[in-house]
């Protein structure tokens, strides 16, 4: 029903930005919001942000992101963003895009809709 493809991933040096984005298709209209986790290797996913897609498109960040990371939605486009700036390496992870057709969430069981997910990478 709804397909979400990620980009924008790559190898950065710390202190560097990046700017991920995520595709939406198909029947996008129920999408209540947005988010981003991410998963390192030997660690748990974890949320990152997330955004209302509807309605006023208010945000939450994780602690460990926020005042470096922003997330935005382009709604006609079915696109939302994670600007990254000021990179650590400890922000090195897959990336992955969800949606949920419910709540704007924390939790990965939460969402409804996955990408396949980006690799970032911040070399020290």
């Known amino acids: 029903q709804v397909q979400l493809v990620e980009s924008g991933g790559g190898l950065v040096q710390a202190g560097g930005s990046l700017r991920l984005s995520c595709a939406a298709s198909?029947?996008?209209?129920?999408?209540?919001?947005m988010g981003w986790f991410r998963q390192a290797p030997g660690k748990v996913r974890e949320f990152v942000a997330a955004?209302?897609?509807?309605?006023?498109?208010?945000?939450y960040y994780a602690g460990s992101v926020k005042g470096r990371f922003t997330i935005s939605r382009d709604n006609a486009k079915n696109t939302v963003y994670l600007q990254m700036n000021s990179l650590k390496p400890e922000d090195t992870a897959v990336y992955y895009c969800?949606?949920?057709?419910?709540?704007?969430?924390?939790?990965?069981?939460?969402?409804?809709?996955w990408g396949q997910g980006t690799q970032v990478t911040v070399s020290a």
């Open positions: 198909g029947r996008t209209f129920n999408m209540y919001a």
């Open positions: 955004i209302r897609w509807r309605s006023d498109g208010s945000t």
């Open positions: 969800a949606g949920s057709e419910t709540t704007m969430g924390t939790r990965s069981y939460e969402y409804h809709y």
